[in-house]
Each structure stands twice: as structure tokens, then as C-alpha cells.
């Protein structure tokens, strides 16, 4: 018995995709895999840059659906928005995997290439800095990093001076009925949300009538979920980057393992882990 021949389909017909729209055609292939351009020639760099590229690829993805979400809770269509959650969340799973290929780059393979990175680093990504300020952790500081590109500085300066996903779901608890202070309302977006009484006392209100308010409980408990998932990414970040070059000054000029345990202890959705204490 002979192997069905790829190159023809069912009835026997040769497959021809000159003209057509084939699979390479539709995901941009030759774009996407001719983007890997190792500058030391060294084996292992390919793997570095896969991984980031790919996680690159995923956070906007990540993006899409945040701000979407966002706009759902602002408008107090939840169904779609628990959807699009749900789905950041198992993105930032999968970034969490990718850490676990990138730990298999030992401190001596990192090395061999590292010099070829220049001043390039992680602490320059636009896109995880808009990730940050779609969920709350704003600063304006973080801006600098990109104010020589200013097709990348007016986005994020739009993203920093908005209400964030967090900000949005407070706006709609006061919607609902509850008590919330004005000050978390009606605020300087740019800055961090900081804890509030009020709000949290709403949340411990959610959580006390889940059957009276089951929207809202199922939006707290995916808010929770990300913050969850993005903490684990912080990490296995940290984790990963001390495994392979210790406590050395990262490549951008950061402090490297320091800067980024430093971020662990930052709570983006403080009223949400506050109120479990207050039930």
C-alpha cells in the first residue's frame, strides 16, 4: 500500500496554491521566521530571541484582549469581558512556561553571546509596560526608556493618563450602588491606584451576597485570577534571570535580579486580596 501523496488531495487532484492563499501566506511566515537575526553567531542566541519574540507575540495578544475587556467593564457588559479575561490569564500561563526553556541557558552559554545584546533589555519592552499600565502599575517614569520613538511614547502616555482595568471596575461598583469614595472615582490616572476603604468594603459586599451580585463576584474572582498569573510571571522572571546571570546589572542598565524582585511585593488589585481578610 502506497502513502497518500501530500501533494494531491482526496480525489486525486494536484494541489497547486500558486495564486492561493496558502498557510505560510496567511500567518506572514517568511516574515516571522526571517526575524531571528543572531548577532554573535554563537548557538545558543537563537534561543533567546525566539523566546522573547514569542513572548512578545503573546503579550499582544495579551493587549487585545485587555483592552477589550476593558471597554466591556466600562460599558457593564461583563459576559464578554470574563471571556476575554479568562483568556489573558491562560496567556500569562503560557508565559510562564516559556521561562522554563529559557532556564535551560546556563550562565556560561549566556555569556558566550551576551555583549552582542548591547544596551538592549527586557526593561525596554513597550509592550509589557503597557501591560503594566492597562492593569494599574503606572509610573510615569517608565516612559523614558521610550521617548526616542514616538510612535511607541503616545500610546503608552494614552495608556498612563487613562483609568485602567482595575479603575474601570471600581467606576463600576459605584454604578451599581455602592458606596465608593470619590477620590477613587475621579482621580490623577497616571498615578497607582492606592488602597481604599470604601472599595474594599464593596468587594467584602460582593463577597458576602455572591447570589446578589454574581456579575460582579465573577469579575472580582478573574481580576484575581490575572493579578494571580501576572505575579507568578514577575517570578519566574526574577528567578529565571538570577539563575542564569546572578546579581550582574542587567544589560539596559538596570539593577537587574535587584529591580525585579523589587516588583514582586507590588499589589495591583490591593482592596481584592484585603477583603478575603475582611469576610
Known amino acids: 500500500m502506497t502513502s497518500p501523496d501530500p501533494a494531491r488531495s482526496a480525489d486525486g487532484a494536484r494541489l497547486d496554491f500558486a495564486g492561493e492563499m496558502s498557510y505560510g501566506d496567511y500567518l506572514q511566515l517568511d516574515r516571522v521566521l526571517e526575524a531571528q537575526r543572531p548577532r554573535s553567531g554563537d548557538h545558543n542566541e537563537l534561543l533567546f530571541i525566539i523566546q522573547h519574540q514569542a513572548s512578545e507575540l503573546w503579550m499582544k495578544l495579551a493587549l487585545h484582549e485587555l483592552a477589550a475587556a476593558r471597554a466591556h467593564v466600562r460599558s457593564g457588559t461583563l459576559a464578554p469581558a470574563f471571556k476575554m479575561l479568562a483568556r489573558v490569564g491562560r496567556i500569562f500561563a503560557q508565559l510562564n512556561q516559556s521561562w522554563d526553556v529559557l532556564a535551560t541557558l546556563t550562565p556560561a552559554e549566556y555569556s558566550a553571546f551576551r555583549a552582542?545584546?548591547?544596551?538592549?533589555?527586557?526593561?525596554?519592552?513597550?509592550?509589557?509596560?503597557?501591560?503594566?499600565f492597562m492593569l494599574g502599575a503606572k509610573k510615569a517614569l517608565m516612559l523614558e526608556p521610550?521617548?526616542?520613538?514616538?510612535?511607541?511614547?503616545?500610546?503608552?502616555?494614552?495608556?498612563?493618563?487613562?483609568?485602567?482595568?482595575?479603575?474601570?471596575?471600581?467606576?463600576?461598583?459605584?454604578?451599581?450602588?455602592?458606596?465608593?469614595?470619590?477620590?477613587?472615582?475621579?482621580?490623577?490616572?497616571?498615578?497607582?491606584?492606592?488602597?481604599?476603604?470604601?472599595?474594599?468594603?464593596?468587594?467584602?459586599?460582593?463577597?458576602?451576597?455572591?447570589?446578589?451580585?454574581?456579575?460582579?463576584?465573577?469579575?472580582?474572582?478573574?481580576?484575581?485570577?490575572?493579578?494571580?498569573?501576572?505575579?507568578?510571571?514577575?517570578?519566574?522572571?526574577?528567578?529565571?534571570?538570577?539563575?542564569i546571570i546572578g546579581w550582574k546589572r542587567g544589560t539596559g542598565g538596570t539593577s537587574g535580579v535587584g529591580y525585579l524582585k523589587s516588583m514582586l511585593d507590588h499589589v495591583l488589585f490591593p482592596e481584592l486580596w484585603r477583603a478575603r481578610t475582611a469576610l
Do not use: M
Not at 521610550?146 to 493618563?161: I, K, M, Q
Open 146 to 243: 521610550h521617548r526616542h520613538r514616538e510612535d511607541l511614547l503616545r500610546p503608552l502616555e494614552r495608556l498612563l493618563n487613562e483609568p485602567s482595568l482595575y479603575d474601570e471596575s471600581i467606576r463600576l461598583l459605584a454604578r451599581r450602588g455602592f458606596a465608593i469614595a470619590p477620590a477613587a472615582l475621579e482621580r490623577d490616572w497616571s498615578r497607582p491606584h492606592e488602597f481604599d476603604a470604601s472599595v474594599c468594603e464593596a468587594w467584602a459586599a460582593v463577597y458576602r451576597d455572591t447570589a446578589a451580585h454574581w456579575d460582579l463576584y465573577e469579575l472580582a474572582e478573574k481580576l484575581v485570577d490575572i493579578e494571580d498569573a501576572f505575579r507568578q510571571w514577575r517570578f519566574r522572571h526574577a528567578t529565571t534571570v538570577e539563575r
Open 116 to 132: 552582542a545584546l548591547g544596551s538592549s533589555s527586557g526593561f525596554q519592552s513597550y509592550q509589557y509596560r503597557s501591560i503594566e
